[in-house]
């Protein structure tokens, strides 16, 4: 399941109170990245995303996927130096040449553990008042976009372990046969996620006057 993190040098103020008109579960959400600016209730969408936005939707958020979704790769990296380090030693005995093969392997396996972390990073599932996407991929950019008038059903699931860490999985259902976006996981507290969704697709006009700025005002 995908979770998502905020970007540090971009993130949004947290708010204790509610500004009138703002539905809490928006302000509270921890994982909202975006810049806030003077006079404005809510962040602005990062730069990352506003390219992807067009003039007359308001923006509600953006989320990176849990971390949990690179730990397999973290791990990896922290571990790799150990069997690295007893293979280089062997082929050392060999030739040079076998020990600085293992080497260039080491250094070939972390900038592929490195790449992933870095796709991890610059993910995004962004909510509009129109839509909702999910921003993935760096050399090749895949931006996944459901309407909200089209979703029909949505739900989040939990195991074990996304109760223990607050991760899930997001389900949007469609009227639609092929979906672009359907399934997104893992992402961060689910529970609150769900909450900002309902509010947007059932009640959007209690925040129609507090919209994000238009995609040109973005970093």
Known sequence: SPSIIPVP????????????GV??????????????????????????????????????????????KIIGWAMLSLLLPFPTGYLAAMAD?????AATA????????QLIIGWHV???????????????????GLLSRRVGMMPLARIT???????????????????????????????VKPLPHPRELYLVFCQEMYDPEATEDVGAPMAEDAD
């Open 9 to 20: 040098t971009e993130e949004a103020d947290q708010y204790d109170i509610a500004p009138p």
């Open 23 to 68: 539905p809490e579960a928006r302000l509270r959400h921890p994982d909202v990245i975006g810049t806030v600016r003077a006079g404005q209730d809510l962040p602005a969408p990062s730069h990352h995303v506003a390219k992807y936005l067009f003039n007359s939707e308001h923006y509600v958020g953006e989320w990176r996927q849990h971390w949990i």
């Open 93 to 97: 005995d060999l030739s040079p040449l």
């Open 102 to 109: 293992v080497l260039a392997g080491f250094v070939l396996g």
């Open 118 to 136: 870095i796709e991890w990073w610059h993910g995004r599932l962004v909510l509009t008042n129109k839509r909702t996407m999910l921003i993935s």
């Open 153 to 183: 059903d949505m739900a989040y699931e939990q195991n074990p372990l996304g109760r223990l860490l607050n991760y899930g999985s997001f389900i949007l259902e469609s009227a639609g046969q092929e979906q672009a976006l359907s399934t």
